[in-house]
């Protein structure tokens, strides 16, 4: 699930504060994938809000619009700048998974499915069934990519880990990489993907890492390396399944028992020019990839790094103990 194109480059100033008795701070308001993220004048990410469970709390008559990060939050933004009030409404719409009553399950969704019916079968009268089969991923539009995901997470058989202050630090991680990240309570697959992309982190490996370097590098291997579960799946579904479901959208509960199957098998990533890349990237953003290499040294991944490979290293990426403190324990313990 990502924001509207348009607006993935759109910035504007805002006010925020983290608790009703800190001091407001000026920031800058700008799209992630599926998220708002605030940042500092320096560039250094503060926090990143989830798109779809951002409330909008307050208006008032002088344009300024408040908002938290989701319901009875202590957090707050101001944001002033009309076309940025816009597009976080648009972009919350597109956030939000269709909702259909079971009596409507199986029939054709009108307006774009109509659209995908069309593609479908034009599709399969220009170049045959294997065409359809191969944009198939492409027709499943950010909404239908997010309403599968929540019935994936849904069967995994393990909880999403939530503790406030584990998931406002990790969300400073999340905002660096640009990409939505969750910790699960489980052991293992160290890393896996939803279908919409949100990368699903082991509590294992967070209580495990020695810092939030180290947790930010299995986020960025899982970028690169993490199988997507859905494409894997429309790869294996036969030709009648496969167009029934570019026609309606519908997925049965086996098809949602197979896609949790794929994501709950996700290997652990032994490739080492997977790593390397996941590595470059932690530098890219400007975050040390010395701890990472070094975890993944431990485990057997990669050669361990020798004094020529490691620098002065850069701003630590959670600079307060108590965030790394809070995203340890963001399981609760």
């Keep these: 699930m990502t924001a509207l194109e348009e607006y993935l480059r759109l910035e504007a ?12 701070r000026e920031v800058v308001v700008s799209f992630g994938h599926a998220s708002l993220v605030l940042t500092d004048f320096s560039d250094t990410a503060l926090t990143h ?4 469970a951002v409330q909008r709390v307050a208006d008032s008559d002088d344009g300024t619009v408040r908002y938290a990060p989701d319901a009875g939050a202590a957090e707050m933004l101001e944001i002033t700048d009309p076309a940025m009030v816009e597009a976080i409404a648009r972009a919350q719409r597109m956030a939000q998974p269709p909702r259909h009553s079971p009596a409507l399950r199986g029939y054709l969704r009108t307006g774009a499915w109509a659209l995908l019916i069309v593609a479908a079968v034009a599709a399969a009268a220009v170049a045959g069934y294997g065409l359809v089969r191969q944009q198939a991923p492409a027709l499943i539009s950010p909404e239908q990519a997010a309403a599968v995901s929540a019935e994936v997470e849904a069967g995994l058989g393990a909880r999403r880990c939530t ?4 998931v406002r630090a990790l969300g400073q991680i999340a905002a660096r990489l640009q990409v939505d990240v ?7 697959p160290a890393v896996a993907e939803l279908p919409d992309g949100t990368i699903l982190l082991a509590r294992a490996e967070v209580e495990r890492a020695v810092s939030a370097e180290v947790v930010a590098g299995w986020a960025a291997l899982a970028q690169v390396a ?3 579960p859905l494409p894997r799946w429309l790869d294996g579904l036969n030709p009648r399944t496969l167009l029934k479901f570019v026609t309606s959208g519908t997925f049965a509960p086996a098809d949602i028992e197979a896609l949790a199957g794929l994501v709950r098998a996700t290997p652990l ?10 590595l ?7 975050i040390d990839p010395v701890p990472f290499r070094r975890g993944a040294a431990a485990r057997g991944l990669l ?8 620098h002065p290293p850069p701003r630590p990426l959670l600079p307060q103990d108590r965030d790394w403190v809070a995203l340890q324990n963001i399981c609760g313990g």
């Design 226 to 228: 993490a199988p997507a």
């Design 13 to 24: 100033p805002g006010r925020w504060r983290e608790t009703p008795q800190a001091a407001w």
């Design 49 to 52: 809000w989830s798109l779809a």
């Design 182 to 188: 969750a910790v699960m309570d489980w052991a293992a």
């Design 269 to 278: 990533p032994r490739d080492p020019d997977l790593l390397r890349i996941a």
């Design 163 to 166: 503790g406030a202050p584990g």
């Design 280 to 286: 470059d990237g932690l530098a890219t953003r400007g």
């Design 303 to 310: 050669p361990a790094p020798g004094t020529a490979d490691e």
